[in-house]
C-alpha cells in the first residue's frame, strides 16, 4: 500500500506540472487552439480521482468508482448512435441495467458467472426489447452495436474491479500498474507521433497513430514496466518486461478498435471532428482492451489469481 502511495504522488506530481505547463501556454499563446489538451487535462483528473478511489481504499468503494466509470462510458458510446427508435431506447435501458448485475458477480467473486453473463446471457437476452418493438428496420445494427458497447464498456472495463476481489493482498496494485501503463503508452504514442510520426498505422482508422509513436511507446512502456513491477507487482523482471510488451499490443488494438468505431457511429455528423475531440472514449479507450488482456493473462501464468 505505501508503494501505491508513492506512485499516486508521482502520478499527482506530473499532472499537477502538465496542468501548470497548459495553463502557461494557453495564456501566452492565445491565438493557439489549446481545447483538445484542455480535455485531455480534465479527463486525466476525473480518472485519477476514480482510481485513486480503486486502488486506496475498500474492494466495495473501488467496485462502485469502477462500475460509475463503465457507466458514462456506456452512456458516451449510446450517445453517438443516431437516429434511435423508440425501441432502441428500450435496449439501451436494458443495457444500462446489466451492469450493476454484472458488478455483483464481481462482489460475490463468482468467476464463472462474471465471465459469461454479458458475452452469453446477455446476447441472449438483448433483443428481446427490440423484438418486443415490432419493429424490424435496423434490428441487426442497434442489437449489435448495443452488444458492442456492453463488451467494451462493461465487461472489458469491469475486470479492472475484480483484480480486488481475485486477489487482495496484489489487486490495488495491479490495477494502479495496469493503468498508469496504459496511459503512458497512450501519451507516448500520442505525443512521438505528433510531432515526429511519418509512418502511418491505419490511416482509416487512426489518423495521428503513427509507427514511430508505436515503437517508441512499446519500448517507454516496457521500461516503466520494469521500473514500476517492484512496488506495485510480484512479477520478475522478466514477467514485468512480457507484460509491459502485452500491454503496449494491447493498448494499440484498442485504441484502433474504438476509433473505428466512433467514426462509424459518427458517420454522417455535422460536428463529428469536435466530437471526436471532445471524446471521453477517447482517453479510455486501450483500457477497454489491456484490463481484460492484463487480467486473464495475469490469472493464467500466476497462482495468487
Known amino acids: 500500500m505505501f508503494s501505491s502511495y508513492i506512485v499516486l504522488l508521482i502520478v499527482l506530481a506530473v499532472l499537477i506540472a502538465a496542468n501548470a505547463v497548459y495553463w502557461f501556454f494557453s495564456r501566452r499563446q492565445p491565438d493557439k487552439d489549446y481545447s483538445s489538451i484542455g480535455t485531455r487535462m480534465k479527463t486525466w483528473w476525473g480518472m485519477f480521482f476514480i482510481f485513486c478511489l480503486a486502488t486506496l481504499f475498500t474492494p466495495t468503494v473501488s467496485l462502485i468508482s469502477l462500475m460509475v466509470l463503465c457507466f458514462f462510458a456506456l452512456q458516451e458510446y449510446f450517445s453517438m448512435i443516431r437516429g434511435t427508435r423508440k425501441a432502441d431506447r428500450r435496449l439501451f435501458l436494458w443495457a444500462y441495467l446489466a451492469i450493476p448485475v454484472q458488478f455483483y458477480w464481481i462482489y460475490t467473486g463468482w468467476y464463472g458467472m ?11 437476452v438483448l433483443p428481446i426489447p427490440r423484438l418486443l418493438g415490432k419493429g424490424t428496420f435496423g434490428f441487426l445494427r442497434s442489437v449489435s452495436s448495443t452488444q458492442w458497447g456492453l463488451m467494451l464498456m462493461v465487461f472489458g472495463l469491469s475486470h479492472l474491479a475484480y483484480f ?8 490495488g496494485g495491479l490495477v494502479l500498474f495496469l493503468v498508469v501503463l496504459t496511459q503512458i503508452n497512450d ?5 512521438v507521433s505528433l ?7 491505419v490511416p482509416t482508422a487512426n489518423p ?13 512502456t516496457m521500461g516503466a514496466s520494469l521500473a514500476l ?30 476509433s473505428v468505431l466512433k467514426r462509424d457511429l459518427l ?14 472514449l477517447s482517453q479510455i479507450d486501450s483500457l477497454t482492451y489491456t484490463a481484460p488482456v492484463f487480467f486473464h493473462a495475469v490469472r493464467y501464468f500466476f497462482e495468487f489469481m
Do not use: N
Open 229 to 258: 513491477a517492484p512496488y506495485l507487482t510480484p512479477f520478475s523482471p522478466t514477467a514485468a518486461a512480457w507484460f509491459g510488451a502485452l500491454l503496449a499490443l494491447a493498448g494499440l488494438f484498442g485504441s484502433l478498435t474504438v
Open 187 to 191: 501519451v507516448v504514442h500520442t505525443l
Open 114 to 124: 462474471f465471465i459469461v453473463f454479458i458475452p452469453l446471457y446477455v446476447f441472449l
Open 208 to 220: 495521428q497513430l503513427t509507427w514511430e509513436g508505436f515503437v517508441c511507446a512499446f519500448i517507454v
Open 195 to 201: 510531432y515526429f510520426g511519418k509512418r502511418k498505422i
Open 164 to 171: 480486488q476481489f481475485a486477489t487482495p493482498e496484489y489487486g
Open 267 to 280: 458517420v454522417g455528423d455535422e460536428d463529428k471532428a469536435a466530437t471526436l475531440k471532445k471524446s471521453y
